[in-house]
């Protein structure tokens, strides 16, 4: 495999609280390849948004504390002083952020945030960065661009507003991108336009992604490969399809049991997963899942490491003590469901 | 309806061409209405007792100004809204006192709708207090109510940010429960939260209805939750109503373009699956609802329309098994399917009367 394009490596944040300390972020190591989308799975609390945050030097706290390293092309990121950062944000790797109505400066043209961006790391002339604004705009789908590239963020529906977030994103070219719940705020069909438009852009820029996400039919849709993360760790990784049709952790269990589908008869219950993820100021010894999970036993005291468990696949890796068969014949507990059973409806 | 008065229970809720429009206006000494907003534009709907009837459209269709009037928070411009059997539409507060006990409201956001400064007990206890319980009963019910809704009786002096988001729509559940009314209104009551807690809170609501005989509405922005709870679904769209149907009918055999696009819209976690599926990908957004397209209102996002979807308003159509949609050129019905129909009385005023052409639109 060649030098992958962004290597992140034992990637440790955690916060002092006057709860004590709040370990977001337990040890994340993943490599990004040039060209893939990496979709980061998880609910709130799994460290997924601090994860990315971090990688972009935005994790800003005078709490926070950060170990473990993350090299984009070379450049060390944790840790990069302000300067180093601005050279490599936005024109590098460039985010798109979950709420377009948020992030965008509301008292700015949405034009003249984006030649900004252009400005400062190209330095291109006045009207040749307005020339690229429009093309970017037309782009991202944006209909009579050259008009409404001098329009307030205000004056642009939710979906146009992202499509504008994505055309600052792509301005300069950045080799990868991080979309934190893209789509998230968005209603279904503009999600499906605005999803359509990424993967289009994809084919074009070749850019890597790295898709923040707690929706696994976004995820199906449009990620190669997926690091499922719990209460701060990668509880397991692999490609799309190991992961969907051969899942080995109880949690991705749940999490795939627990969607509803449009497409399947609906079953008389919703597979639920029983109790809450942990307080991250106060998580469980051993494997943290251990709590929620019902093939729970004393091996699961101690942490089990994210390795390669199945024979011959060495990208498929989780962090789970049962062996391979104990988890083929357990998963399959409800049968024609891939789901956990609800061990006892309350939660703690 | 489909749920005709007798067959299936009387209605508990009858809305009947229902509009709210609200007015936008302009000038500073007198202010001179210039627009409205057609929030409700004449719907007509009712819900049995002990049905859920799942209400879904997108951002600005409507469905939360139709189910806060239902509930008479705001006022309706017109058309009436009947309340097992009293008409509710003009009633005032005193009139609405009594009856309130009999409908409550389970909100989106579980962080906004407690009160931060309140302990659990008093939040739930509260609506107890006020229709008239003993101080010394209360904390009794409501450690009942806390049990119900899986929390621990043990919580009940704790503040809600004790809570996680999950745990929190648990007790906006119960201070809902507290009156033991017969409608719930629900209004996304699970978008705000995590996959694995969305499938908990579902299958909780599905155990009270059974527990207490309950009335839901449903009110959702997309149709892959409201599936695993109602026994009949509305798709709303600028205002109007576009498809009523059986709830698992409407995903097999949707006949209204609008929501077999909503339906394609959905990504589905099925990796194969997802690349065999053909994709159509509806183009546009919604329409500004101040000034609604004619005719059809869907016409200028779809991809069946015609110039007859221009012109003309179509009325609803009811089909076999009580399915009603309102379209000139309707998907998934034969011929005689099409020929079988007939206008029903829920249609919109506005809507012609011409009856989608059987021989041009039969797939």
């Known amino acids: 495999m060649s030098e992958p394009l962004l290597k992140v490596e034992d990637l440790r944040v955690s916060f002092t609280t006057e709860e004590g300390v709040v370990q977001a972020v337990d040890g994340v190591s993943f490599d990004l390849a040039a060209g893939e989308v990496l979709a980061v799975v998880g609910e709130s609390g799994s460290g997924k948004s601090v994860t990315a945050m971090t990688l972009m030097g935005l994790t800003r706290s005078p709490n926070a504390r950060f170990e473990g390293t993350a090299t984009y092309k070379g450049t060390e990121l944790i840790g990069a002083d302000e300067d180093e950062l601005r050279r490599v944000r936005g024109a590098e790797i460039a985010m798109i952020f979950q709420d377009p109505m948020t992030s965008l400066n509301p008292v700015h043209r949405i034009g003249s945030q984006i030649i900004e961006q252009i400005q400062e790391h190209e330095g291109l002339p006045d009207a040749q960065a307005r020339e690229r604004t429009v093309e970017l705009l037309e782009r991202v789908g944006i209909p009579r661009a050259r008009e409404r590239v001098d329009n307030y963020p205000h004056e642009f529906s939710g979906g146009m507003r992202q499509r504008v977030m994505i055309a600052l994103a792509l301005s300069c070219n950045p080799s990868v991108l991080i979309a934190d719940e893209p789509t998230t705020a968005l209603d279904v069909t503009i999600q499906a336009q605005i999803l359509q438009r990424m993967r289009d852009l994809r084919q074009e820029t070749g850019a890597a992604v790295i898709l923040v996400t707690h929706d696994l039919g976004v995820v199906a849709d449009i990620a190669d490969r997926i690091a499922v993360m719990y209460a701060g760790r990668i509880v397991e990784e692999g490609t799309l399809d190991q992961i969907f049709y051969d899942p080995q952790h109880p949690y991705t269990w749940g999490l795939l049991g627990s969607i509803t589908r449009v497409d399947k008869p609906r079953p008389e219950r919703l597979p639920a997963i029983a109790g809450l993820p942990p307080s991250l100021a106060d998580r469980p010894e051993g494997c943290h899942f251990r709590p929620r999970c019902p093939h729970e036993f004393a091996q699961c005291t101690s942490v089990p490491p994210l390795e390669a468990r199945l024979p011959g696949d060495a990208e498929h890796r989780d962090r789970c003590w049962l062996s391979v068969e104990d988890k083929r014949v357990k998963r399959e507990v409800q049968p024609g469901e891939i789901g956990l059973v609800d061990k006892e409806g309350t939660p703690a | ?363």
């Open chain 2, 1 to 363: 309806m489909s749920v005709d008065p007798g067959a299936n229970g009387t209605p508990l809720v009858e809305v009947d061409h229902l509009k709210v429009f609200f007015p936008i206006k302009q000038g500073i000494v007198i202010e001179r209405e210039v627009a409205r907003v057609h929030a409700v534009n004449d719907v007509t709907l009712s819900i049995a007792e002990g049905e859920t009837l799942g209400l879904v459209g997108e951002s600005g269709c409507g469905k939360t100004t139709m189910s806060r009037a239902v509930m008479r928070l705001i006022d309706s411009t017109d058309g009436s809204i009947r309340f097992h059997g009293d008409d509710i539409t003009k009633a005032g507060r005193r009139e609405m006192e009594p009856l309130r006990r009999q409908m409550q409201m389970v909100f989106q956001d579980p962080f906004a709708s407690l009160n931060p400064r309140k302990r659990v007990g008093q939040i739930i206890g509260m609506p107890l207090r006020l229709h008239g319980s003993e101080r010394k009963d209360v904390e009794s019910q409501v450690r009942a109510l806390l049990a119900k809704v899986g929390l621990h009786p043990e919580h009940v002096n704790r503040y809600p940010h004790e809570f996680s988001g999950g745990q929190r729509q648990r007790i906006g559940v119960a201070r809902a429960l507290a009156l033991e009314p017969r409608l719930i209104v629900l209004d996304e009551p699970v978008s705000a939260l995590d996959v694995s807690v969305q499938a908990q809170i579902i299958n909780l609501l599905d155990d009270l209805q059974d527990d207490f005989k309950l009335t839901y509405l449903f009110v959702a922005h997309d149709l892959s939750v409201v599936r695993h709870v109602s026994d009949r679904i509305a798709v709303m769209y600028l205002g109007k109503l576009m498809e009523v149907s059986p709830a698992e009918e409407l995903y097999t055999k949707p006949i209204h373009p609008y929501t077999s696009a909503l339906l394609a819209a959905i990504p589905i976690p099925d990796p194969n699956e997802n690349r065999r599926r053909e994709r159509i990908v509806v183009s546009g957004e919604p329409p500004n609802p101040i000034s609604p397209p004619s005719g059809c209102v869907f016409h200028p996002r779809c991809p069946r329309a015609t110039q007859l979807c221009r012109e003309e308003e179509p009325p609803l159509m009811r089909y076999a098994n009580g399915h009603l949609a309102a379209c000139h050129h309707p998907l998934n019905v034969s011929e005689d399917e099409i020929r079988g129909s007939e206008k029903d009385p829920s249609s919109p005023v506005s809507a012609g009367d011409r009856r989608p052409d059987a021989t041009a639109n039969a797939t």
